[in-house]
């Protein structure tokens, strides 16, 4: 069974930065592709960051590229992404995603219960 616990949101102001952890149970890093997905209010699920399935590369969503970067400590089993130069945009709720990789919502099975991130002006 995998689990996925995300923590490290809150409140920032614009320009700001956060990092946000992802803290997984099992075999995930050496049996799934890790990323994260984020949603706004009212807004449909939409991929932020991952990992191909070897772990060897990483692809971004071009709304935080340049901004947002993602990592992982496989010891510790934790995957992170570290937000800066934060905008209202970026506003949503963060979801640490493991599964066949990609930029689609179908293609995770696992999802975390999530971790808000709110961007002031």
């Known amino acids: 069974q995998v689990q996925l616990v995300e923590s490290g949101g809150g409140l920032v102001q614009a320009g700001g930065s956060l990092r946000l952890t992802c803290a997984a149970s099992?075999?995930?890093?050496?049996?799934?592709?890790m990323g994260w997905f984020r949603q706004a209010p009212g807004k449909e699920r939409e991929f932020v960051a991952a990992?191909?399935?070897?772990?060897?590369?990483?692809r971004y969503a071009d709304s935080v590229k340049g901004r947002f970067t993602i990592s992982k400590d496989n010891a510790k089993n934790t995957m992170y992404l570290q937000m800066n130069s934060l905008k209202p945009e970026d506003t949503a709720v963060y979801y640490c995603?493991?599964?066949?990789?990609?930029?689609?919502?179908?293609?995770?099975?696992?999802w975390g219960q999530g971790t808000q991130v709110t961007v002031s002006i």
């Open positions: 995603v493991a599964g066949l990789g990609g930029t689609y919502v179908s293609s995770y099975r696992y």
């Open positions: 099992g075999r995930t890093f050496s049996s799934y592709a």
């Open positions: 990992f191909t399935w070897s772990g060897g590369s990483t």
